[in-house]
DNA sequence: ATTACTTATCGTAATATTGCGATATAAGAT
DNA sequence: ATCTTATATCGCAATATTACGATAAGTAAT
């Protein structure tokens, strides 16, 4: 196999766990830390910022553009990348969502 | 390759995308909705709740127990599964000052 | 047009994930 | 002791991810 059963699951479970799943890896991470860090968006520097190959980092932002949580904009040479605050606001309502809906019964088994 | 270079990356980058993997499914997130729904901890009623397989529940399951989101305990035959609530706290603050951290600066590229 | 520079893509190797049948383990009931 | 029930683990096949060197594609300057 190696396959998600998506058809299983709800739409909104499918949507939270491949927001989750493109922000779930450190480099993810870093990258999306330096971008809203350096207020304006910030294009290549990460290259040098993180100790990662020019490939491997275009593929990571490669995959945060498909899930939508960032968006690139072609400027000369370089490309722009920043956060799709659309993006962003649905991951942290669907997240917000799902982690309130727990609540501390304090002692259970 | 195929491994993440973790030792790039600082503790916290690498802790919460640790925890964000585990989440990142959707028959984890549906595991997830389950055990906090139905109030006390059910156990494996989510092979018949969910449509996937006993082994591919149980896999899951100790996924998150490693990942310290959820706690066994053995009850007689069954085992009772529930939320960790100090890991589940640790998640909520490390996700939101991660997305807190980002404020729409209205126009950037 | 050639050069320099930035970013994307291709191809590949190593490893991880997903799902499941089969089987093992463990506890209660008969 | 044997049977039943519940959960865990093993082994496997299919697929996905991670990382990177090499190379392509695009733009800007000379």
Redesign the interface.
């Known amino acids: 196999m190696g396959l998600?059963?998506?058809e299983?699951?709800?739409k909104e479970?499918?949507e939270?766990?491949?927001l989750?799943?493109a922000?779930?890896?450190?480099?993810?991470?870093?990258i999306?830390?330096q971008i809203?860090?350096a207020?304006?968006?910030i294009c290549g520097d990460l290259v040098e910022e993180?100790?990662?190959a020019q490939a491997t980092i275009s593929q990571h932002l490669k995959e945060l553009k498909n899930a939508g949580i960032i968006?690139g904009?072609i400027?000369g040479v370089k490309v722009?990348?920043?956060?799709e605050?659309g993006t962003?606001n649905r991951?942290?309502k669907l997240?917000g969502d799902?982690?309130g809906?727990?609540v501390?019964?304090n002692g259970?088994?």
């Open positions: 998600t059963k998506t299983i699951f709800s479970q499918n939270l766990a491949l989750l799943k922000i779930a890896h450190p480099a993810r991470i870093a999306l830390q809203i860090s207020k304006a968006c993180l100790g990662l968006q904009t400027e722009c990348y920043c956060i605050p962003w991951l942290q997240f799902f982690m809906s727990y501390d019964p259970c088994c």
